[in-house]
């Protein structure tokens, strides 16, 4: 490893004490309160805030969904659910209400997409690093964390109660709280399986 940079003054143990912390980071579906606010929130969204940026555009939108408006988002996917499939739509609904309020906050994430140089396909894809930069900040601030899609962040009707209007768009959930529950140990890939070297 090299030496720290002068604007990142940590010593070595501290750099690998990091990099477990970071690798030891799992999705935690099962939540209970308390949910991150003050300081520690403002930590996690500049987290987000930190994603690679091609032009800086700065294409990256969170919405925080906490406290009472849960249940009205609730209602939101309640709704939309229904349209999308009116015959399954009670059940999914009763579902979507259910879930959301089991979850402490939920940070939606997208990317307001702009028109020019910068393809979309890079915009969508720094949302997407600001949402692994957020989780990665939830897990090292002690709180367990989630990202999820499903047919709601598809859904134009949630993409626009939540402000996005096409080509701007969600690109997922991110549930935040604090782990219910110690969760079993996870098996995790091979780098062998995934790295090749390329000798040309
Ligand atoms: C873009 C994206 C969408 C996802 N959507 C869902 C989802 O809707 N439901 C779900 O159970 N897991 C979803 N996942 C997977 C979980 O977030 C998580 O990555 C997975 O459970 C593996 O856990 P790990 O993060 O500890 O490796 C999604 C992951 C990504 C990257």
Same mark, same amino acid.
């Given at each position: 490893?090299?030496? &720290?940079?002068?604007?990142?003054?940590?010593?070595?143990? &501290? *750099?690998?004490?990091?990099?477990? *912390?970071? %690798?030891?980071?799992?999705?935690? /579906?099962?939540? *209970?309160?308390?949910?991150?606010?003050?300081? +520690?929130?403002? %930590? @996690?969204?500049?987290?987000? %805030?930190?994603?690679?940026?091609?032009? $800086?555009?700065?294409?990256?939108?969170?919405?925080?969904?906490?406290?009472?408006?849960?249940?009205?988002?609730?209602?939101?996917?309640?709704?939309?659910?229904? $349209?999308? +499939?009116?015959?399954?739509?009670?059940? %999914?609904?009763? !579902?979507? #209400?259910?879930?959301?309020? !089991?979850?402490?906050?939920?940070?939606?994430?997208?990317?307001?997409? $702009? &028109?020019?140089? @910068?393809?979309? @396909?890079? *915009?969508?894809?720094?949302? /997407?690093?600001?949402?692994?930069?957020?989780?990665?900040?939830?897990?090292?601030?002690?709180?367990?964390?989630?990202?999820? =899609?499903?047919?709601?962040?598809? +859904?134009?009707?949630?993409?626009?109660?939540?402000?996005?209007?096409?080509?701007?768009?969600? @690109?997922?959930?991110?549930?935040?709280?604090?782990?219910?529950? =110690?969760?079993?140990?996870? =098996? #995790?890939?091979? !780098?062998?399986?995934?790295?090749?070297?390329? =000798?040309?």
């Amino acid at each position: 490893m090299p030496d &720290s940079a002068p604007d990142f003054p940590v010593s070595r143990s &501290s *750099q690998r004490l990091l990099l477990d *912390q970071l %690798l030891a980071r799992r999705s935690v /579906g099962p939540l *209970q309160e308390p949910a991150p606010e003050g300081a +520690d929130l403002d %930590l @996690i969204l500049d987290a987000g %805030l930190r994603a690679p940026d091609h032009g $800086k555009l700065r294409p990256w939108r969170f919405v925080v969904i906490r406290g009472e408006a849960r249940l009205a988002f609730g209602e939101l996917l309640a709704e939309a659910s229904a $349209k999308r +499939d009116p015959a399954n739509g009670a059940a %999914l609904g009763e !579902r979507y #209400r259910a879930w959301v309020r !089991r979850m402490p906050m939920l940070i939606a994430v997208g990317a307001t997409v $702009k &028109s020019g140089n @910068i393809p979309e @396909i890079e *915009q969508l894809l720094s949302a /997407g690093a600001a949402a692994m930069n957020m989780l990665n900040a939830v897990h090292l601030l002690g709180y367990g964390g989630m990202w999820v =899609t499903g047919a709601n962040t598809y +859904d134009p009707v949630v993409n626009a109660a939540l402000g996005f209007e096409a080509p701007s768009r969600l @690109i997922g959930l991110l549930t935040v709280g604090t782990p219910a529950t =110690t969760l079993p140990a996870m =098996t #995790r890939p091979n !780098r062998a399986d995934h790295v090749v070297e390329w =000798t040309g």
